[in-house]
């Protein structure tokens, strides 16, 4: 099983967006792969669920990850306030900073 989800991990990351997402649904079942699931909803451009999935299962290097990449126009507030709060709440302040940051936020 291990092998099959690594394969189709692979696979799905030259698919189109609709693959991605069914290969993501597929790898959240597998606790080992919920760092794969949150990537391939980024890459197809599922946004949210990608950082719902992050947050809920404490990925916090994909979390990162995703906001990391996102343009000015991407940057939600609200999104990016549910960020650094989860960071603030499992004590990885300097990435909670970071987040603010990028997003031009205040602590209020």
């Known amino acids: 099983e291990h092998n099959r989800n690594d394969h189709l991990f692979s696979l799905a990351q030259l698919g189109r967006s609709d693959d991605i997402v069914e290969s993501a649904k597929h790898l959240e079942n597998y606790?080992?792969?919920?760092?794969?699931?949150?990537l391939l909803y980024h890459k197809a451009g599922k946004i949210n669920?990608?950082?719902?999935?992050?947050?809920?299962?404490?990925?916090?290097d994909a979390l990162q990850i995703i906001i990391s990449s996102l343009n000015d126009e991407q940057l939600d507030s609200?999104?990016?306030?549910?960020?650094s709060e989860f960071f603030i709440q499992n004590n990885q302040f300097d990435r909670a900073v970071e987040i603010l940051a990028a997003g031009k936020q205040v602590i209020s």
Do not use: T
């Open 49 to 60: 669920r990608a950082i719902e999935l992050a947050i809920n299962n404490h990925q916090f």
């Open 31 to 38: 606790p080992d792969y919920i760092d794969k699931a949150v």
């Open 78 to 83: 609200v999104m990016l306030k549910k960020c």
